[in-house]
Nanobody, 126 residues
Framework: QVQLVESGGGLVQAGGSLRLSCAASGRTFSTYHMGWFRQAPGKEREFVAAIHWSVGTTYYADSVKGRFTISRDNAKNTVYLQMNSLKPDDTAVYYC???????????????????WGKGTLVTVSS
């Protein structure tokens, strides 16, 4: 069992930065691939970024590539999402996710993700 709690959301002006954190509980956290998804009002939840549990490989949606960076600290059971050069289109609720399968995470198969956090709201003003 893995429980995920996000933090770090808030209101920021376009061009600004935020860092989201996801604290995980559970002894097997380090064996799960971790990811971030987001859901804007009236839209479906979409994949943002993922990080492999062992080799640290990262993968990003094209819309955030070069602006967002995902990282993890297995000793602290925490995954981060550093978001730079934020745009109004980045406004959404951001969810932390954990899954045993790399392809499930990177393909954004939201219906079969093992664990979700409750989300944290990011609002980017123009």
């Amino acid at each position: 069992q893995v429980q995920l709690v996000e933090s770090g959301g808030g209101l920021v002006q376009a061009g600004g930065s935020l860092r989201l954190s996801c604290a995980a509980s559970g002894r097997t956290f380090s064996t799960y691939h971790m990811g971030w998804f987001r859901q804007a009002p009236g839209k479906e939840r979409e994949f943002v970024a993922a990080i492999h549990w062992s080799v640290g490989t990262t993968y990003y949606a094209d819309s955030v590539k070069g602006r967002f960076t995902i990282s993890r600290d297995n000793a602290k059971n925490t995954v981060y999402l550093q978001m730079n050069s934020l745009k109004p289109d980045d406004t959404a609720v951001y969810y932390c996710a954990a899954d045993k399968l790399w392809t499930t995470m990177t393909r954004g198969n939201v219906g079969v993700i093992d664990y979700w956090g409750k989300g944290t709201l990011v609002t980017v003003s123009s």
